[in-house]
């Protein structure tokens, strides 16, 4: 199966803000149609931030079900004192971290590797590419360095690239992120100082070429 390059960043955000908050009313009225729209805004984000926190794309879909499942569930204790989006984030790296703390007591072996994904799910991870055709050799060139990349995300701490993700894949704001985090944004900063140290690092070894072609 062609593997697509998973892009680091995610999709566009396609819902202002004022629109999710009216969302979340209509859901709080009965509105069944509202929650089914507030799932399609946010299911690819959801799904994709779930997948490269992970690494498991058939964990990711897993944890996707979970996360709206709880947003449905506390959509009542929703203060809107934070976006929408920031408080899905939330839910979804509290998801996420709790999922690998049971993989660890089911002392889990390898989790699925993204080149295994199903078609739907790589369109999902590679819906902020560009569209154009590439060549059979691109696409082997794409797939060994996104897994390179993915490899070298999973070797920082969970929290590291939580906090990484969110900042700089995700586009979040430090403050944001502190929010979705539950954490003063100077510890946000300094974590995030040190997991993209720690990132540039793996880099350089898993792209030995790059690091020969500076000047």
């Known amino acids: 199966m062609a593997t697509r390059e998973m892009s680091l960043g995610s999709?566009?955000?396609?819902?202002a803000a004022g629109q999710d908050h009216v969302l979340v009313e209509r859901?709080?009225?009965?509105d069944p149609e509202a929650f089914a729209r507030l799932v399609a805004l946010h299911e690819g984000m959801v799904y994709n931030m779930a997948a490269r926190l992970l690494g498991d794309g058939e964990e990711a879909r897993d944890v996707s079900q979970d996360v709206f499942l709880q947003v449905y569930r506390t959509l009542g204790r929703f203060e809107g004192r934070s976006s929408v989006k920031t408080w899905i984030y939330r839910i979804v790296v509290n998801q996420c971290h709790n999922r690998r703390r049971f993989w660890r007591r089911r002392a889990r072996?390898?989790?699925r590797p993204l080149e295994d994904l199903t078609a739907a799910?790589?369109?999902r991870?590679?819906?902020s590419a560009p569209h154009s055709t590439p060549s059979p050799f691109d696409r082997v060139d794409r797939a060994e360095r996104a897994a390179r990349v993915q490899g070298a995300l999973l070797s920082l701490s969970f929290a590291h690239r939580a906090v990484l993700l969110l900042r700089d894949a995700e586009g979040l704001s430090c403050e944001a992120v502190a929010e979705a985090l539950a954490l003063p944004v100077g510890t946000v900063k300094s974590r995030l100082a040190r997991a993209r140290e720690a990132l540039r690092v793996r880099l350089a070894s898993s792209f030995p070429e790059a690091e020969g072609e500076r000047p």
């Open 11 to 15: 999709e566009p955000f396609v819902a």
């Open 27 to 30: 859901c709080r009225a009965g």
């Open 121 to 123: 799910e790589e369109a």
């Open 109 to 111: 072996g390898q989790s």
């Open 125 to 127: 991870l590679s819906s």
